[in-house]
């Protein structure tokens, strides 16, 4: 009897609106995330000045949320794999949108430090989001859409810092934590129709409603589904999607090795401590480690820079002169060069887009980072504030660019497991806390 995968089914329909739809939805859970991380950079001193806290303290509220975000982003991976796709997408989205609301109304600085940690847990589960939309996209597609997805987290970060700009100066920090939580509220009327991953049903035998999740898809995109019964049939190979120029690759990935260990390796039900023995098995390990650092270096540069926008201008707006006209001035600058900085991922993005296909994933990704590293080597020194917003804004542009490559080539390289992606998310918070 002929059979097809979903794999098949869904190179067989293409991108169509069906993941169009797929991609708004998975794209607002994404913009939740970069909101609520880069809200940080905004607290943080307003918080400072109300309660008068340390600067070490105002720190460890930052430092909290990616605490929470170690938790969550293995725990919300677990779960995903046991249960489910959208029970990830329904629990993260209440949890992070009611911990987040919550923490507006904190009546002194340990509570909100709580807060934010539950908010942070919540939040190490937008790397599910990703991982649902992936699983709808045909393998040709998946490439751009990394990109496209990516698109997404600019947006957050441009709508929180044009939201604080609003806000704080009209109202105060409390709002802008309300306000922020809001868009997290938005997914939970749309659940009910978002379907389950047809990949985990299929892992989980469940076939039958496999295939009416790709019956939705073929009706919606119009396109028919392959002939045949749909079957599930793990894959052991690498997806080369790198072009063929690009031989050397950035990780001494062999893919004949990887086949052969594959085919020794537990199955998708064996568990996350499997997952793990498998990602630094000898044939794994060296990749496997390399790729965590090269995330953790990229999560150093990017939230470093991020944080540095608000350090910068923090600190020189702390002028002695007292003037309560003075010092909203000086708050108004530190909104606007964060908005301009914020909207440097824009640029960041094309670049990156363009690069990627004329000198490859290796090269995009150490040309971007050493050039990230050029722009802030002269904020070493005292800079005017021009200068420095033009320098933060290369710096991110860079560092930005980078970590969608990265996005982009790890899977490409490495097992394309959920496990991997939530480890690397991992990274990512180390990198951020080794920034504070």
Same mark, same amino acid.
């Given at each position: ?10 190179? !067989? ?76 997408? @329904? ?25 934010? &940690? ?17 699983? &709808? ?41 309300? @306000? ?180 490859? +994933? ?12 050029? &722009? ?13 917003? !033009?320098?933060?804004?290369?710096? +991110? ?28 998310? @991992? ?10």
């Amino acid at each position: 009897m002929e059979t097809y995968t979903t794999d098949d089914a869904l190179s !067989a329909m293409g991108f169509g609106r069906f993941q169009a739809l797929v991609l708004a939805y998975a794209g607002m859970g994404w913009v939740v995330e970069a909101m609520e991380l880069n809200l940080l950079s905004f607290v943080g001193p307003l918080v400072r000045e109300e309660w008068k806290v340390s600067a070490q303290d105002e720190s460890l509220l930052s430092s909290v949320v990616f605490a929470g975000m170690l938790i969550g982003s293995c725990a919300w991976g677990f779960v995903s794999d046991r249960y489910g796709r959208r029970t990830v997408l @329904l629990f993260s989205a209440l949890f992070t949108s009611g911990m987040g609301f919550l923490s507006a109304w904190s009546p002194n600085y340990l509570c909100l430090i709580a807060l934010r &940690f539950l908010v942070g847990v919540g939040v190490g589960g937008g790397h599910v989001f990703s991982s649902w939309f992936l699983e &709808f996209v045909p393998a040709q597609n998946r490439g751009t859409c990394v990109v496209l997805f990516s698109l997404f987290w600019t947006i957050g970060t441009v709508l929180e810092a044009s939201l604080a700009w609003v806000v704080i100066s009209a109202l105060n920090w409390r709002w802008l934590l309300v @306000l922020t939580s809001i868009p997290c509220f938005l997914l939970l009327p749309f659940f009910r129709i978002i379907p389950e991953s047809p990949r985990y049903l299929c892992a989980q035998n469940r076939m039958s409603d496999a295939t009416l999740v790709l019956e939705s898809v073929s009706m919606i995109n119009q396109e028919a589904l392959p002939p045949g019964v749909l079957t599930y049939r793990r894959e052991s190979k690498v997806d080369t999607l790198t072009s063929e120029t690009e031989i050397d690759h950035l990780l001494p990935v062999r893919e004949t090795e990887i086949e052969c260990k594959a085919n020794n390796a537990l199955s998708f039900k064996s568990g996350a401590a499997a997952a793990l023995r498998r990602l630094l098995s000898p044939a794994l390990r060296r990749s496997t480690l390399l790729l965590w650092f090269v995330y953790f270096a990229n999560s150093f540069a990017y939230y470093g820079v991020v944080l540095l926008t608000s350090q910068l201008s923090d600190s020189n707006r702390n002028c002695p002169s007292g003037l309560t006209t003075v010092q909203r001035q000086e708050d108004a600058n530190l909104y606007r060069d964060t908005f301009v900085t914020s909207l440097a991922e824009i640029p960041g993005l094309i670049v990156s887009a363009i690069l990627v296909e004329w000198i490859g +994933r290796k090269a995009t990704m150490w040309s971007m980072l050493f050039t990230c590293a050029a &722009f802030l080597g002269p904020l070493v020194l005292h800079q005017d504030e021009l200068l420095t917003t !033009a320098l933060l804004f290369g710096a +991110r542009a860079c560092a930005m660019g980078s970590s969608t490559v990265l996005c982009l080539y790890a899977p490409e390289v490495c097992v394309n497991s959920l496990l991997n992606i939530a480890s690397a998310l @991992l990274f990512r918070c180390l990198g951020f806390y080794s920034v504070l």
